[in-house]
């Protein structure tokens, strides 16, 4: 039997029951969800958005709440990710104050990447905070980097069988990216947002991560994109030499 708090904070309760009631109900309008929490349609419009926000929740073109990335199921993954986070936070934010761009953390779940940390831009016009969500790997600038770092039959392995996903080409995008060191998502994943990445490996130089930085389209320069690389190879450095002396 499990008792309700003493110190149950209504606002996480409420948050959390709406998840519970997307993941097991399915699309929902605001006053649904107003009706089923016994709380104002403004507050129900107010925990969707924050839900929303954190991909526990997406609207539809028909302005209903289905259940987001996260509450769908998902590949776990074999990273460290706490060690990964620990390791990483402090060369995030050197990322960010010597670029000024904001820089995120991943790590690989079978086809996806989740972003498990975000050190975010200073500047108004900026990549966002994207911890927890989960994207395609093939699609995202670090996630490019850590597939391209897999053996032939790990990667058959993850795409083979998805006809969304023109194999040959990646193949052949991904023997540029182990050339270059780096990858580029030229708004792959987002309208408007660019991101360079770079993949960081284990003591066996198998890829457990990648850092990227991700910046308004507008700001990328090419010019500018040997200094975002260096950056980034000083970063993964550190952290692959941290991660061999653990």
């Known amino acids: 039997m499990r008792n309700k708090p003493p110190y149950a904070l209504s606002s996480v309760d409420h948050a959390l029951h709406l998840a519970a009631l997307l993941q097991q109900e399915g699309p929902m309008r605001v006053t649904d969800a107003a009706e089923r929490l016994g709380v104002a349609v403004s507050t129900a419009h107010r925990l969707l958005a924050m839900l929303v926000y954190r991909d526990f929740a997406e609207q539809g073109p028909d302005r209903r709440y289905r259940p987001g990335k996260v509450l769908r199921p998902a590949a776990a993954s074999a990273a460290p990710v706490a060690l990964l986070r620990e390791l990483c936070l402090p060369e995030l934010r050197t990322l960010m104050e010597r670029t000024q761009e904001s820089a995120n953390l991943m790590v690989p779940a079978g086809a996806e990447v989740r972003f498990i940390a975000t050190a975010e831009s200073p500047q108004v016009l900026r990549g966002g905070d994207r911890v927890g969500r989960s994207l395609p790997a093939h699609c995202v600038s670090g996630g490019k980097t ?17 006809d969304s996903v023109d194999l040959p080409r990646l193949r052949r995008e991904l023997a540029l990216v182990r050339e270059r060191g780096f990858a580029i998502n030229d708004q792959l994943t987002e309208t408007g947002l660019t991101a360079v990445g770079m993949a960081i490996k284990d003591a066996g130089g198998s890829p457990v991560a990648a850092l990227s930085l991700a910046l308004p389209t507008a700001r990328f320069d090419r010019e500018r994109l040997p200094g975002w690389v260096g950056a980034l190879s000083s970063a993964v450095a550190k952290v692959e030499a941290a991660l061999s002396a653990r």
């Open 146 to 162: 850590i597939l391209a770092a897999l053996p032939p039959t790990e990667l058959d392995a993850l795409y083979s069988e998805d």
